[in-house]
């Protein structure tokens, strides 16, 4: 390895896989924020509340959230090439369903193809960020999370512009869905006939020969789970999930309505605030994944302190982007730009302190608890936003609420400031010297 900022992997083949599993995860992304730009259509059209849907969508994420726990014990276990390719397929399929009016002809069958999705996507969780972290060593772990976290970004942002394209169209909302599954397809057969299946530890500093065996002895088992969170730094990231995802649950599912009912935007204008929000994630959490690699080198807690922190600078403009109204377009967009770049700052720089301060044999089963927490957050986010509505009808207070729970994430995050360099070292140690 050299010691520049390249995102390094193994081979041209492994860069290929890797790759491959970001278009992979863009398209799955694009679909699961469909729905949240066509909540007025599917409350016209199925005749149900908005916060119906909301329950919905917690039925998504939170079903998802169960099934990433098996394939994340799985992904410990067997061949995560093939794991990946039937978590997407598991998501894909139901997907392209949802766009067919004959399946989706009333609200169960809807929530039962986007509860099929959810799936897919907590399947795919624990799989990505297990492969990657054997794909890139320690050094890139943060850019290479970022370069996932971009995929996802793009797609998160793409899903409400299929959704404003299909509802231009004679075929109506459910064209979204059709095209954001179908380019999945393609890239499966792709995937399988070129993907590689890396070695694990392969990019450590020290190599794992024992990784797989000392995997499927603890499997799920009582000591395998005490394992995991016998690293405190585990137990302190896992649980900030909660209370960091429930704003990134609720305010994507129900943030372009507040601005279609509380501002009384367009479809088209709530939508662009979304997307220069979406935009400014995307462009922050690389730029503070490449300052939480060049942090790590030194520290491990300089990356918890920045994390922690910027997390509550990030909150500030978010508070007056909801809460204040402007004649000119340009102020929305500007906060909106401000409160996208700060807020991104823990996404990938968790998910590469979690790899780093985890030994190879069990960082599927991390992430897939990693996942199981952040997905409790994301699903309780559109139920609550869905309970409020119910019984206020007050956006405001709704997405003000959202914002709020970023003060817990800040405060639980802050505590792995005292342990992350001590549960790093102790990775690398074991990682090296198994024995001891």
């Excluded at 968790?350 to 699903?379: C, E, H, W």
Aim: hydrophobic share 50%.
């Amino acid at each position: 390895m050299n010691n520049d900022n390249r995102i390094e992997t193994n081979s041209f083949r492994d860069k290929l896989s890797l790759t491959m599993i970001v278009f992979m995860s863009f398209f799955l992304m694009a679909d699961m924020y469909i729905t949240p730009a066509i909540i007025p259509e599917l409350s016209n059209e199925y005749k149900v509340s908005s916060d119906m849907i909301g329950w919905a969508g917690t039925a998504f994420m939170l079903l998802g959230a169960v099934m990433g726990l098996l394939f994340g014990y799985l992904n410990d276990r067997v061949s995560r090439k093939k794991l990946l390719i039937i978590a997407v397929t598991v998501g894909e399929v139901p997907c392209l369903l949802t766009g067919i009016a004959g399946i989706t002809y009333n609200f169960e069958m809807f929530v039962l193809m986007r509860t099929l999705t959810g799936f897919g996507i907590g399947g795919i969780y624990p799989i990505t960020f297990s492969l990657l972290s054997d794909y890139v060593s320690d050094k890139n772990r943060g850019k290479a999370s970022a370069v996932v976290d971009i995929a996802w970004g793009l797609g998160i942002m793409s899903g409400p512009l299929l959704a404003s394209y299909a509802l231009t169209t004679d075929y109506g909302w459910r064209l979204a869905f059709i095209i954001a599954a179908v380019p999945s397809f393609p890239l499966i057969i792709i995937y399988w006939f070129t993907a590689s299946e890396p070695k694990r530890g392969q990019s450590e500093r020290g190599q794992v020969e024992h990784g797989q065996s000392i995997a499927q002895e603890q499997g799920l088992s009582v000591a395998g789970f005490k394992g995991i969170l016998s690293n405190r730094t585990n137990v302190f990231l896992f649980l900030q999930g909660i209370p960091g995802s429930i704003p990134w649950g609720l305010l994507p599912f129900w943030i372009i309505t507040f601005f279609r009912e509380e501002r009384n935007f367009s479809a088209q204008d709530a939508t662009m605030i979304w997307e220069v929000f979406g935009i400014a994630t995307v462009i922050g959490g690389l730029l503070w994944a490449m300052l939480g690699d060049y942090l790590f080198q030194r520290r491990a807690k300089y990356v918890a302190i920045l994390c922690s922190s910027m997390i509550l600078l990030g909150m500030l403009p978010e508070y007056l982007l909801l809460n204040f109204t402007f004649e000119q377009q340009w102020n929305y967009w500007a906060l909106a730009i401000m409160g996208g770049l700060f807020i991104s700052v823990a996404s990938s720089n968790t998910r590469a302190l979690l790899m780093n301060v985890n030994s190879p044999n069990q960082r599927g089963r991390v992430f897939s608890f990693y996942n199981f927490f952040d997905s409790i957050g994301k699903g309780l986010g559109p139920a609550i936003g869905g309970v409020i509505l119910a019984s206020t009808s007050d956006y405001q207070l709704m997405v003000n609420i959202a914002v709020s729970f970023w003060i817990l994430c800040a405060l639980l995050y802050s505590f792995s400031i005292f342990t992350v360099d001590k549960d790093r070292a102790a990775m690398l140690k074991n990682t090296q010297h198994p024995e001891s």
